[in-house]
């Protein structure tokens, strides 16, 4: 990539929100957390790259001179409409982007799911009798809404459905279905990030090892060296990281995405899940994963 090239970003961490309701914007607790976690992304940006907020103003940096959108190329951390929206206020032109329908279809969690690569025993779910089905022998479950993100819009259900989480079962399934995985301890997070050219062309990065809080949102990342994964845990993860972006291509996805997995504790034993996550975007530890920065599309 030419060194000349200058990238104006929007960092719409919220991107899966989006996804889900087009038309609900942000509370003002959830955009001081994406304030907070923004300043987590700002790896993704080169030195002279320009960051725009969501009204197209510039953020970063700060010198009118060097934030001038002049010869800029819009970049997102995902194409939303919203995100592209700001790019065009800010006087950018974006990058060429898959359609919004494959960028939903392709984050939402039925995609990864049917990959067949996830946690053994993980089941979509459609209805509330299909939840207390899964607890009928009182075993423990994490469900999941299928456009979520940073550990959000997660339930757990221990051996019964109470009251709390018949509410949000309700809440969640008259949107869309949700994900239900066997609940395990997570030891060690892990992921593998990719990019796909328009053409299909697939480039896949490094594997990291990630910190993660205890509800699942990003906290750091780093290259995992050869002691942190098994030969056939790391065997797994890049099968994995190969068939999604296999199954993106054919989807008509194009651009950066991240897989997602883990080892974990259960009562078996320890276990490995190779594909817990698809994310068919940029995400807090693509610089990392993926440090050649890629090229406009």
């Known amino acids: 990539m030419s060194a000349a090239v200058r990238f104006g970003w929007v960092l719409n961490l ?3 929100l989006e996804l889900a309701r087009p038309h609900q914007r942000p509370t003002a607790r959830l955009a001081a957390q994406l304030a907070h976690h923004r300043a987590l992304a700002m790896g993704l940006l080169g030195p002279d790259d ?3 907020s969501e009204t197209g103003m510039p953020l970063v940096p700060s010198d009118p001179g060097r934030a001038a959108s002049t010869g800029l190329v819009g970049r997102a951390f ?9 790019l065009r206020a800010a006087g950018v032109s974006p990058e060429p982007h898959p359609p919004v329908e494959v960028l939903r279809a392709v984050n939402h969690r039925a995609f990864a799911h049917g990959l067949g690569r996830g946690l053994h025993g993980q089941r979509l779910i459609r209805s509330l009798p299909e939840a207390h089905d899964l607890v009928a022998d009182g075993g423990a479950y994490l469900l999941k809404r299928p456009l979520s993100f940073a550990g959000r819009g997660q339930c757990r259900l221990l051996g019964t459905v109470d009251e709390m989480a018949r ?16 609940l395990v301890r997570p030891l060690v997070e892990f992921s593998r990030h990719g990019f ?7 480039r896949l990065g490094r594997p990291c ?15 995992a060296e050869a002691s942190d994964l098994s030969p056939s845990e790391a065997d797994a993860l890049a099968e994995a990281a190969n068939a ?10 194009f651009g950066p ?4 997995a883990y080892r974990y504790a259960a009562a078996h034993g320890e276990g490995f899940c190779a594909l817990s996550e698809v994310n068919a975007r940029y995400t807090m530890s693509f610089a990392t994963g993926f440090p050649e920065r890629p090229p406009p599309l």
């Open 196 to 202: 796909l050219t328009a053409a299909g062309d697939l």
């Open 244 to 253: 999604v972006g296999a199954a993106l291509a054919e989807a008509g996805y």
């Open 78 to 86: 995902c194409p939303t409409p919203r995100a592209l929206r700001a």
């Open 14 to 16: 919220d991107a899966e």
């Open 50 to 52: 320009v960051l725009f």
């Open 209 to 223: 090892v990630q910190e993660v809080s205890a509800r699942g949102a990003f906290v750091s990342v780093r290259p």
């Open 257 to 260: 995405f991240g897989v997602d």
């Open 167 to 182: 509410r949000w079962l309700v809440a969640s399934l008259r949107d869309d279905l949700l994900l239900a995985e066997p």
